[in-house]
């Protein structure tokens, strides 16, 4: 089975969505850093901004069976991945502007689907300027990939 393509620029939109993967974790590594330095620091912006950066950082939870490095390893491999995924998804499947800009919207409901469980499905405990970060760090891959698609519409 072949998958569908779009040029070459396939790897592009893989490796930009991969590398943004990797950010999550890299912020949570600052975060460890400053709590360590300033055990108050804990909480706020930053650590919501990870919690919506890196979705796959619940799977940490096994460190109590495989260990805390094992556990960051499979995490942060897990994010990557999806990471990874999500960027084939959005280059193959957003054929056009309008599908991007439909991709970015669903994603976006997603998002927030994601902030509001991690709120409690409460608006009262949603971290609204880590969410419009998220947003605009999300939209940014979007808009790369927009950047080499065509405004017209291919017909079959």
């Not at 599908?99 to 609204?128: D, K, N, P, R």
């Not at 998220?134 to 017209?152: K, M, N, Q």
Request: aromatic share 12%; hydrophobic share 55%.
């Amino acid at each position: 089975m072949r998958l569908p393509t779009r040029g070459k620029g396939w790897w592009t939109a893989a490796v930009t969505f991969t590398v943004g993967g990797v950010v999550g974790p890299l912020l949570e590594l600052l975060d460890m850093a400053l709590r360590r330095a300033d055990p108050s620091h804990a909480g706020g912006f930053l650590s919501e901004l990870i919690f919506l950066l890196w979705p796959t950082q619940v799977l940490g939870l096994m460190e109590t069976s495989l260990g805390s490095a094992t556990a960051g390893v499979v995490a942060t491999a897990s994010n990557i991945t999806l990471f990874w995924a999500l960027g084939l998804i959005v280059h193959f499947i957003a054929r056009n502007k309008a599908a991007h800009g439909a991709a970015l919207i669903v994603f976006a409901c997603a998002l927030a689907s994601w902030e509001l469980w991690g709120a409690g499905w409460t608006l009262e405990y949603v971290h609204w300027p880590a969410m419009a970060v998220a947003l605009v760090f999300y939209g940014g891959f979007f808009c790369s990939e927009v950047i080499r698609v065509p405004w017209t519409v291919h017909r079959a």
